[in-house]
């Protein structure tokens, strides 16, 4: 079964030190896709990044980077440089493709708290 | 613009008493789901419809209901809502079938029965 595990429920940080996510997966399929999505305390779900199964490279955009490993079953999500801004709950999530593929399985979630 | 409309936003409510839970997409998206969050279990998600006429249950669909008569509204119904419903309620679409496509949310429904 699909199951995404983010260990860390709480993280507090100051300005400007870089922060890591963590996120672990469980599938049984080759393909499938891992998601990043931010709430922040508005509380509207903001996509940041979907990548596929077959897909190892890692991606950076501005200040965010995401280092996927297979090996690992790590999808791990970096804030380099953080600000007041990024304080919000981060979530993981996988889906699967074919039939498994109607859902978006998430972690619990990680709440980011960025101090000033 | 591209979105997810849900109605209300906020309510409280009475055990018992029956409500409905809007969605609307303006995207065509074929795809349709509704997830309750709750502190410490993520999202979860309720039911979803591939298209027309075609729902299905998600992981917790105890004590709700869903059509789809519509392409572009999904409502959720909850006919005799109990405290352990509530929850933060999100609304959500995409295009086409399987797990590729990226899901848009709506802004979420902030639900208490008491």
């Known amino acids: 079964a699909q199951k995404v595990t983010q260990a860390q429920t709480e993280i507090s940080v100051v300005e400007k030190e870089d922060v890591t996510l963590d996120c672990v997966y469980e599938?049984?399929?080759?393909?499938?896709?891992l998601f990043w999505y931010k709430q922040p305390p508005s509380g509207e779900l903001v996509f940041l990044i979907r990548?596929?199964?077959?897909?190892?490279q890692n991606e950076i955009s501005g200040r965010y980077s995401w280092n996927f490993q297979k090996s690992t079953s790590s999808f791990n999500f970096t804030i380099t440089a953080s600000q007041v801004v990024d304080s919000a709950v981060y979530f993981c999530?996988?889906?699967?493709?074919?039939?498994?593929?109607?859902?978006?399985?998430f972690g619990a979630g990680t709440i980011l708290r960025v101090k000033s | 613009e591209a979105q997810v409309t849900q109605n209300p936003r906020y309510l409280i409510t009475v055990t018992g008493k029956k409500l409905t839970v809007t969605c609307s997409q303006n995207?065509?998206?074929?795809?349709m789901s509704w997830y309750r969050q709750d502190p410490g279990l993520g999202l979860r998600q309720i039911y979803y419809?591939?298209?027309?006429?075609?729902?299905d249950k998600g992981d917790v669909p105890e004590g709700y209901k869903v059509s789809r008569k519509e392409k572009r509204n999904f409502p959720l119904i909850l006919e005799s809502p109990s405290p352990n419903q509530t929850s933060l309620y999100f609304c959500?679409?995409?295009?086409?079938?399987?797990?590729?496509?990226?899901?848009?949310f709506g802004a979420g429904s902030r639900l208490t029965v008491l």
């Open positions: 419809s591939m298209n027309v006429e075609v729902t």
């Open positions: 959500a679409s995409r295009m086409g079938r399987g797990g590729a496509n990226v899901l848009t």
């Open positions: 990548r596929n199964s077959f897909d190892e």
């Open positions: 995207m065509n998206h074929e795809y």
């Open positions: 599938t049984r399929d080759t393909t499938y896709y």
């Open positions: 999530a996988l889906s699967e493709v074919g039939e498994y593929g109607n859902k978006l399985v």
